[in-house]
């Protein structure tokens, strides 16, 4: 069976684990994790010898990034040159976004102008928020629905087909085992949008409780998002592909043992027969997008989780759809690309580079940000995409929205299953030699500053950059990958510099089960082993499993808790430059942080 992949938007707790590639696996029940993870409470340069450790692990913290309203880039002479300045405005914590969140408000209109416009105008009007709550203010603008050709005007067209999804019987039952006493049963999808007498839809307004979950505000904004990104795609770039109805199911919550109902707090496109695999019936099971109905958050409410998600359809289910490999190890850069374009195109159709303002409030992706490979390399693909969705947009600054969308789109359109950054910045420079042939050096000078081309994904082994850096391993049988079915390697190597033969080498990091094994609250010990190789990193040869190529391979001792740590006796090595790999022998993901090497 051909697993298929499922894209979440990515929330802090609940990100959604992916199935991966077309490599043959059992199905991975993605949905049954992001369904239990409503039900979990929140879970919490090369360097030279240092023999002692710290007291105590330093917590995990990756964000060692500009803030968004400082300077965006400044190449000092490593790349196009000058100093690129965006003025945004700061953005508030999560807290402070739903606390302040302004009601939503009618639009000031003057009767007899709404009356002509109605008159002058073939094509149906409704409010919708433009951007999210959030940004506009809880205020809605009116705008006019295209495409609408169902007989009784419920929110269907060649291009859209949205339904409500309500917290009532009548919906699909979960056909997976979940491992609870009662069964899970999704809510029930339903059309309940129609025109007024005069054909509009004006006066369906959001509720004063944006955790509504049967409201009819969000089958508006679910059609209204779905068409406008539908039309720049095939209008800006002809892209013929998305001139399908995609079914768009908004409201979506599920119900345990038809007792009570819970949020769900994320967005997920499927592509066609992931419900299928997966034992779930709804109502199509063609590509679909779904829009959770969350405690506090309508994600249906914020445009940029809907066209990020529509960004995803456009993209493909099967271009940029797996994670990969090569000689280092494990690469999660097809995925964490398919990303960046679901971030770019969006932000960059808007001109707010903050993706996410309102559904992910601080935590909200900024392609203002600085990121870089191998810096920023963490083997999770909504991180490690803003590597080149902040390259892209970085590009954007310099040559500006229309030739970087074109470029970008053209890049995107060539890509496979399993391209990786660099074969897509050889795509993007292929597409501005032959779209815009004055910008590709600078393109290239981008890409290179990024890391999207040249990076060799090998960090120093050494200070605080290092122990605050988390990194994800695929499991065995999470990752997809036939090839790494005995172990799977780190996204990344640390290196070592000027080492005697007589240090003794000690490792120690926090490891835990990640994705789903973390949200479903079980899964094995973590057994994470350690390679080092002197003089060269570790690498793998593939005949066609993946043979390791490293000198010593050190096993794993648990020094209480989630703390593990690896030793390497005196004189194991010679003197000079080592290389360390983790290495995962678990079937699941795992996550390894507060990495310490003496």
Same mark, same amino acid.
Request: hydrophobic share 40%.
């Given at each position: 069976m051909i697993t298929r992949r499922l894209d979440a938007f990515d929330r802090p707790r609940q990100c959604a684990a992916s199935q991966r590639t077309s490599s043959t696996l059992p199905a991975i029940p993605v949905l049954a994790a992001l369904l239990l993870a409503a039900l979990l409470p929140a879970g919490p340069a090369a360097c030279s010898s240092d023999k002692s450790f710290d007291d105590g692990l330093a917590e995990s913290d990756s964000s060692e990034h500009v803030p968004p309203d400082a300077a965006m880039l400044d190449l000092s002479g490593d790349g196009p040159g000058g100093e690129v300045v965006v003025d945004l405005m700061p953005r508030p914590s999560a807290d402070v976004v739903r606390q302040d969140m302004p009601e939503a408000q009618p639009p000031e209109e003057d009767v007899a102008e709404t009356q002509q416009r109605e008159e002058e105008e073939d094509l149906p009007w409704a409010n919708v928020f433009l951007s999210d709550p959030y940004e506009d203010n809880g205020k809605t603008t009116p705008v006019q629905l295209k495409h609408i050709t169902s007989p009784d005007g419920a929110l269907t067209g060649p291009y859209a087909d949205v339904s409500n999804c309500l917290q009532e019987d009548g919906g699909a039952v979960v056909g997976f085992d979940t491992g609870l006493d009662y069964p899970i049963q999704i809510c029930h999808e339903v059309q309940t949008v129609f025109p007024d007498k005069n054909g509009n839809y004006i006066k369906i307004y959001p509720p004063k409780k944006y955790s509504d979950g049967n409201d009819q505000f969000a089958e508006v904004m679910g059609y209204y998002q779905v068409n406008a990104m539908h039309d720049y795609f095939h209008d800006v770039h002809g892209h013929t592909q998305v001139d399908v109805s995609l079914y768009t199911l908004v409201n979506f919550q599920f119900s345990v043992g038809a007792m009570v109902w819970f949020a769900f707090d994320n967005a997920a496109y499927l592509p066609e027969g992931s419900l299928e695999d997966l034992g779930v019936n709804l109502k199509y099971d063609d590509d679909l997008i779904v829009m959770g109905q969350g405690e506090e958050v309508d994600y249906s409410y914020d445009g940029d989780v809907i066209r990020h998600e529509y960004t995803h359809f456009a993209v493909g289910g099967n271009r940029l759809a797996g994670y990969s490999f090569d000689e280092y190890g494990f690469d999660a850069s097809p995925l964490s690309?398919?990303?960046?374009?679901?971030?770019?195109? *969006?932000?960059?159709?808007?001109?707010?580079?903050?993706?996410?303002?309102?559904?992910?409030?601080?935590?909200?992706?900024?392609?203002?940000?600085?990121?870089?490979? =191998?810096?920023?390399v963490m083997g999770e693909a909504h991180y490690d995409g803003q590597i080149a969705s902040s390259a892209l947009w970085h590009l954007r600054?310099?040559?500006? &929205?229309?030739?970087?969308?074109?470029?970008?789109? /053209?890049?995107?359109?060539?890509?496979?299953?399993?391209?990786? %950054?660099?074969? %897509?910045? !050889?795509?993007?420079?292929? /597409?501005?030699?032959? !779209?815009? *042939?004055? $910008?590709? *050096?600078?393109?290239?000078? $981008? !890409?290179?500053?990024?890391? +999207?081309?040249?990076?060799?994904?090998?960090?120093?082994?050494?200070?605080?950059?290092?122990?605050?850096?988390?990194?994800?391993? =695929?499991?065995?049988?999470?990752?997809?990958?036939?090839?790494?079915? &005995?172990? $799977? =390697?780190?996204?990344?190597?640390?290196? !070592?510099a000027a080492r005697s033969p007589e240090d003794e080498l000690n490792v120690r990091a926090v490891a835990g089960v990640a994705g789903m094994a973390q949200l479903?609250?079980?899964?094995?010990? =973590?057994? +994470?082993?350690?390679? $080092?190789?002197?003089a060269a990193p570790v690498r793998y040869e593939f005949t066609p499993d993946a043979e390791m190529v490293r000198d010593v391979l050190v096993k794993p001792k648990k020094l209480g808790g989630d703390v593990y740590g690896w030793t390497l006796p005196a004189r194991s090595l010679p003197a000079g430059t080592w290389y360390l790999q983790f290495i995962n022998f678990t079937d699941i993901d795992v996550a390894i942080s507060g990495v310490e090497i003496r």
């Open positions: 690309l398919n990303e960046a374009l679901a971030d770019f195109f *969006p932000s960059s159709m808007s001109g707010d580079p903050v993706l996410g303002a309102y559904s992910l409030g601080g935590s909200a992706r900024d392609l203002t940000e600085i990121r870089k490979c =191998p810096e920023d600054a310099l040559i500006g &929205k229309e030739k970087t969308e074109r470029i970008a789109y /053209a890049a995107m359109f060539v890509s496979g299953a399993s391209t990786d %950054f660099e074969e %897509f910045g !050889l795509n993007v420079l292929d /597409a501005a030699a032959d !779209l815009y *042939p004055e $910008v590709a *050096p600078v393109a290239e000078q $981008v !890409l290179r500053y990024h890391g +999207v081309l040249g990076c060799l994904r090998i960090v120093p082994g050494c200070g605080e950059a290092t122990k605050k850096k988390t990194i994800l391993i =695929p499991g065995k049988w999470t990752s997809g990958i036939d090839e790494f079915h &005995k172990y $799977v =390697p780190a996204p990344i190597q640390y290196v !070592l479903l609250g079980g899964g094995d010990e =973590p057994n +994470v082993w350690l390679a $080092v190789r002197h």
